[in-house]
């Protein structure tokens, strides 16, 4: 999906930064262009932008969450091991959700969990920006987009912004709702994300005791007050892997 209002230099150029990754928790890029005017006549709009990806048949998150820790442990250690490597190469995703962690099952060339949609196919909603009431036009996913990406300052963005969508994603794999909602109005979230801290944690199964302490440091307003990378998340994981509940 494309946007009037995208530059398309911009768009090829992330799109080439996704095709070097490889990864196997990172959905495999084979190539991109757009749509040509041939396009229409199977019901394309030419000039739209187009991705060729690996084949994931194993569907997402939304509809294969997990059942327990050790299921919770192993998406999570995925995920982030996906993250950590996109960002040691200086790609940021922008949009962790559910829906864009991909499952590959046995029929497929590479099983296993795939990081897909970085920020590429994200809606662009108009959000009020704060308490300052003004309208901005941001990139992402409400009910996981952090505080920072809400103001709309890419300045302030880093590997810390997709961990406070990982502690958003996490938190709904075991919750099963996202910790401020999935569906209210994309300015009332805005809010809760900026101002509201998260509910009581309420798990579909037994988790270790720390483990509600580090979705909250994920979750944290501030990004300096952040968990700040993947691999810091990995290493806090291992530390509190094993608590009783």
């Known amino acids: 999906r494309g946007s009037a209002t995208e530059d398309p230099l911009d768009r090829t150029a992330e799109v080439r930064a996704l095709a070097a990754l ?11 262009g757009e749509v040509p005017e041939a396009g229409r006549g199977i019901g394309l709009e030419p000039g739209n932008p187009w991705i060729a990806t690996e084949l994931c048949s194993g569907g997402s998150l939304a509809g294969v969450g997990p059942r327990n820790w050790n299921q919770l442990r192993r998406v999570m250690s995925d995920v982030l091991a996906g993250l950590a490597y996109a960002h040691a190469r200086g790609v940021l995703h922008r949009d962790l959700t559910p829906e864009n962690v991909l499952i590959s099952d046995s029929t497929d060339v590479r099983p ?20 300052a009431g003004r309208g901005v036009r941001v990139a992402g996913t ?5 505080p920072e990406q809400f103001a ?29 909602g999935c569906s209210r109005p994309p300015e009332v979230l805005a809010a809760a994300h900026s101002d509201l801290d998260p509910p009581a944690f309420q798990s579909r199964f037994a988790v270790p005791a720390g483990f509600e302490v580090l979705l909250r440091a994920l979750l944290a307003k501030r990004p300096g007050d952040r968990v700040q990378s993947a691999a810091e998340t990995l290493a806090a994981l291992d530390a509190v892997d094993g608590q009783t509940s």
Request: hydrophobic residues 40%.
């Open 152 to 180: 709309g300052d890419l300045a302030s963005q880093g590997p810390w912004t997709d961990m406070y969508a990982f502690g958003c994603l996490a938190w709904r794999l075991c919750c099963g709702e996202a910790p401020f």
């Open 142 to 146: 409400p009910a996981y987009m952090a």
């Open 112 to 131: 296993g969990l795939k990081l897909g949609d970085f920020g590429l196919s994200s809606d662009r909603r108009v959000v009020s920006a704060g308490k």
């Open 22 to 32: 490889d990864h196997p928790n990172l959905l495999m890029v084979f190539d991109h």
